[in-house]
């Protein structure tokens, strides 16, 4: 069983949502984000955190370190349905091939219609192919009058 096959077995089983992992070859480090509905917090990602340590040891994952934290406020979106989870919210869309000459899109999210991905620009509202998109982040919206 493939390391990514494991976390996605066993993350959403301990009740939360694998949002992404790496893992880097050099320094074998392996990092994995996880969220839940109301937010993660320290004990919940030491809590994953000892659970994979263990589980990679019986399951022989060769790693030296080990990183669980959330996704944080950029938070990576990743499914098709997470463009329906977040929509309305504002994320930076990164595409494979050029748009009326843009690579790169920022916008609204505005769900999705089959595999397509509806994203609201200062142009109006705009379908890309869910396969189209190589990266997509949700841009922070931070109110800076609540300081």
């Not at 976390?7 to 301990?14: D, F, G, I, R, S």
């Not at 994953?48 to 990576?76: K, M, Q, W, Y």
Request: proline residues 5%.
């Amino acid at each position: 069983m493939s390391l990514g096959e494991l976390l996605e077995q066993t993350v959403p089983a301990m009740g939360y949502e694998l949002v992404d992992w790496d893992m880097s070859a050099r320094s074998r480090l392996v990092r994995v984000f996880i969220d839940k509905p109301n937010g993660v917090d320290v004990e919940d990602c030491a809590r994953v955190s000892n659970h994979l340590t263990h589980l990679f040891a019986v399951e022989e994952i060769d790693f030296e370190r080990l990183e669980v934290s959330s996704p944080g406020l950029d938070r990576p979106v990743k499914q098709l349905a997470d463009y329906a989870r977040f929509a309305g919210q504002e994320a930076q869309l990164t595409l494979r091939a050029p748009v009326d000459g843009a690579k790169r899109i920022k916008g609204k999210l505005r769900g999705s219609e089959g595999d397509n991905v509806l994203v609201e620009t200062a142009t109006g509202v705009k379908s890309f192919p869910f396969e189209t998109i190589t990266r997509a982040r949700l841009v922070p919206a931070i109110d800076w009058t609540k300081r």
